[in-house]
């Protein structure tokens, strides 16, 4: 299937990223010309490196999405570069506090605000008014199910992910009558380097892990690309009707199983 995405430029935010990176290598795939955007610089440039060396077409470019006047003039630059932005994927995310509320350290809580939701708002500011403009756009906002469900010990995260989905929701409602459309997904735990683990092997590597696995209708866990699959077919001509969804990628997790 032609995604009709060999014209469009797609714009990833932690593309040097683990999922992000996939992301960028499927959306080039599709025929996508891809800017790989992290804070990163030699990373992003690695991995626009490989897409080029398959044959697809890549920008790196250094930004600090907690940055405003950075933010407005990366963006600015890739216009004048791109002609402008159709796919923008708000896939940068941080998730490194793990402790309970009572113990919560204030500068992780404000870091992660700033990276995680502030960073895309700051971002989005700049791509999809241009986009609505224009009369077509996709938005794909990467949340988790910790923002359906909260995360033990994860305040900060599963805030900044619950808020993405509203977030993404208002992008979906004021871009609805301009062709552009935005949609939420809410990933289980998605790792190549884990997916093939046994049972015991994953036990030893992460017990979190298992339990998330076990919990799983599926019983396994996810890959990268099972999420960076879903991202084309959002960004393309084909699914011009789907708009303001919440699209699990979970292996039946969220399911009421016994």
């Not at 995604?3 to 599709?30: H, Y």
């Not at 990163?40 to 440039?45: G, L, M, V």
């Not at 930004?63 to 896939?91: F, H």
Request: proline share 2%; hydrophobic share 40%.
């Amino acid at each position: 299937m032609d995604f009709g995405l060999a014209e469009k430029t797609a714009l990833v935010t932690g593309g040097a990223g683990r999922i992000g990176s996939e992301d960028c290598r499927v959306l080039a795939a599709e025929g996508a010309t891809v800017v790989v955007l992290d804070l990163e610089a030699e990373a992003a440039e690695t991995v626009a490196d490989e897409i080029r060396e398959s044959g697809g077409t890549a920008h790196a470019v250094t930004c600090d999405l907690t940055d405003r006047g950075d933010v407005k003039d990366t963006v600015s630059a890739l216009r004048e570069e791109t002609g402008g932005i159709d796919i923008l994927v708000n896939n940068a995310g941080l998730v490194d506090a793990q402790s309970q509320l009572k113990d919560y350290d204030d500068e992780k809580w404000d870091l992660d605000v700033d990276v995680n939701l502030t960073g895309a708002y700051n971002i989005s500011r700049e791509v999809f008014p241009a986009m609505c403009e224009r009369g077509w756009g996709r938005v794909i906002n990467m949340s988790s199910m910790a923002g359906w469900y909260g995360g033990f010990g994860q305040a900060s995260y599963a805030a900044t992910k619950a808020a993405l989905i509203g977030f993404g929701k208002t992008m979906a409602l004021e871009g609805a009558r301009n062709g552009v459309t935005c949609n939420i997904i809410t990933p289980n735990i998605v790792m190549d380097a884990l997916a093939d683990l046994s049972s015991e092997e994953l036990a030893a590597t992460n017990p979190m892990f298992e339990r998330i696995r076990k919990a799983t209708p599926m019983q396994k866990l996810g890959r990268e690309r099972d999420v960076s699959n879903l991202i084309a077919y959002l960004s393309s001509e084909q699914a011009s009707y789907i708009t303001g969804q919440v699209i699990g990628v979970t292996g039946g997790i969220d399911l009421f199983s016994f």
